[in-house]
């Protein structure tokens, strides 16, 4: 999986791996979790059980309407809604607010958002608390952040409109992205999944030497981004992130469709969340990119 905190997850991973670890298991150990009985296959009940079921009660069951996921409490797609909206919206508030009263603290929500990102991203279980504190920290960041590309001077002209648009360009990619995967045009295959990882690695090289070529001093302004060739790197970054999106949409429907416990919907919420950012990110520097070259 290109994003790590669905790859690293035991629910939303390839079910590939999870065959190969089902056949590893020794021969009469506990069953994989969310198996069942083949269909068709009679439950062995004990002499205790058999002889304390009656014909009304089993009766009764047979006529009772199927459990539904919410009757269960395995994840539905509503769930993964409401977690993923409830925490775009602070993460929208908190920026807001460091906008107008201490942009100067987004280098306090980056440090604070790595490391609860990472932490978030390698446990095993979710943590709601240490998910919404994800996003409070990432809040603050996008907000100062976003506020220093707004007052960006370039040949006498402020950058104008970059927040806006990398904010519309978001929400239109990530609407994009949806309806392609649930038409069916585009689907996440070995090569599909292979192409993505190549190009993330490749990315993220480029993007670290970049990030040394400007702390050393050998190179300013943008670095390697800037002309023509920054933005058809910034191009690629935002189909990559695109195609992060398809992959997180895939992960979260084959939690859906494997009944995984409703509490991953936090995990669902948080993965989607980190691919939002980053595609953000990328418009951002790539309409101020476009504005400093008019």
């Known amino acids: 999986m290109a994003n790590p905190v669905f790859n690293k997850s035991a629910v939303f991973g390839d079910p590939n791996a999870q065959r190969a670890g089902a056949q590893a298991r020794p021969a009469g150990g506990a069953p994989a979790y969310g198996t069942a009985p083949q269909y068709g296959t009679a439950p062995q009940y004990g002499a205790a059980g058999a002889a304390g079921a009656d014909a009304a009660s089993l009766d009764a069951m047979y006529k009772a309407p199927s459990a539904t996921t919410a009757d269960t409490r395995r994840l539905t797609y509503d769930d993964v809604i409401i977690k993923t909206g409830g925490l775009l919206a602070l993460l929208v508030v908190v920026g807001a607010a460091t906008w107008v009263l201490a ?9 604070a958002g790595l490391v609860l990102g990472l932490v978030n991203a390698f446990k095993r279980e979710p943590s709601p608390l240490l998910i919404m504190l994800y996003t409070v920290a990432q809040g603050m960041f996008l907000g100062g952040i976003s506020q220093y590309y707004s007052s960006i001077v370039v040949n006498g002209q402020q950058l104008n409109g970059v927040v806006p648009s990398a904010i519309i360009a978001t929400v239109c990619t990530f609407a994009a992205a949806l309806l392609l995967f649930r038409s069916g045009k585009v689907r996440v295959t070995p090569k599909f999944t292979k192409f993505l990882l190549i190009g993330m690695v490749g990315y993220l090289a480029f993007s ?21 060739w920054g ?64």
């Open 103 to 111: 942009p100067e603290l987004y280098v306090v929500g980056m440090i």
């Open 208 to 228: 670290l030497v970049n990030l040394v070529l400007l702390l050393t001093g050998v190179m300013d302004g943008w670095g390697m981004r800037s002309g023509g």
């Open 231 to 294: 933005i058809l790197i910034s191009l690629v970054a935002v189909g990559l992130a695109s195609a992060s999106l398809i992959m997180d949409f895939d992960s979260i429907k084959r939690g859906v469709e494997g009944g995984v416990p409703a509490r991953y919907a936090w995990s669902a919420a948080f993965g989607l969340l980190v691919t939002l950012i980053w595609l953000y990110l990328e418009f951002l520097r790539l309409f101020a990119i476009l504005q400093g070259r008019d």
